[in-house]
């Protein structure tokens, strides 16, 4: 069955250390490729995705991710976190076969320390 | 601003007793989505409505129920919870003309059975 996993649950860094979150799904087709975001008190919302194209994606607030099709991951990346980005992060893929599934991670709870 | 609305944020009820929660969307998506979270997991895709196309997935309960009477409401009606339905219930939008199958969430619903 298709899945995600998430490497980590939980992430306590200092402002201004980089940040890198690990994501790898199990299928094996063509794939789009999301990160969500939770902030405290806020509803999950999109925070980068990819469908194609350059493998290196950006997003909002400085976040990237990087497309690795051989080793099945997309992980996260950030090159200076801030206390605003305390947050549940979750890693989602879905199937480009034309349905509407997106399966999620369990999520990764960041927390920076000011 | 666009968005999509789920009511009541928080429902508690008694085991056994139905439960109906609510979404409402102004974006004009034609596909619906209810995804059910339980704490520290990934958000669990329950079914969705594309159109007035319903799609369950092969491991919903039975127990779980959905109804969309026009395009901008969807409901997710729980016939007898139990005390393992308590969790946070997600309402999601997304437009079949989007491409990637951007979802746009909620606020949740947090279901508490005593």
């Known amino acids: 069955a298709q899945s995600v996993s998430q490497h980590n649950h939980h992430v306590i860094l200092s402002e201004a250390a980089s940040l890198e979150l690990g994501c790898n799904y199990s299928?094996?087709?063509?794939?789009?490729l999301f990160w969500y975001v939770q902030y405290p008190g806020q509803h999950l919302q999109l925070l980068l995705k990819?469908?194609?194209?350059?493998?290196l994606v950006k997003g909002i607030k400085g976040f990237e991710a990087e497309f690795i099709k051989s080793k099945f991951s997309f992980n996260l990346r950030k090159p200076s976190v801030q206390w605003s980005d305390t947050a549940e992060y979750f890693c989602a893929v879905r199937k480009n076969t034309g349905g509407f599934k997106t399966i999620f991670g369990a999520g990764t709870r960041l927390f920076v320390k000011a | 601003d666009a968005m999509v609305i789920q009511n009541p944020r928080y429902q508690v009820t008694q085991f056994g007793k139905p439960v109906t929660l609510s979404c409402s969307q102004t974006l004009n998506h034609n596909v619906m989505y209810w995804y059910q979270q339980k704490s520290s997991q990934a958000p669990k895709l329950l079914f969705h409505y594309y159109d007035k196309d319903f799609n369950n997935e092969a491991d919903t309960p039975d127990n779980f129920q959905s109804r969309r009477p026009n395009t901008s409401f969807c409901f997710l009606d729980i016939r007898s919870p139990g005390l393992g339905d308590a969790a946070m219930y997600l309402c999601?939008?997304?437009?079949?003309?989007?491409?990637?199958?951007?979802?746009?969430f909620g606020a949740g619903s947090r279901l508490t059975v005593l």
């Open positions: 299928y094996g087709g063509t794939v789009n």
């Open positions: 990819y469908f194609s194209g350059d493998p």
């Open positions: 999601a939008t997304s437009s079949r003309n989007s491409g990637a199958n951007v979802l746009t």
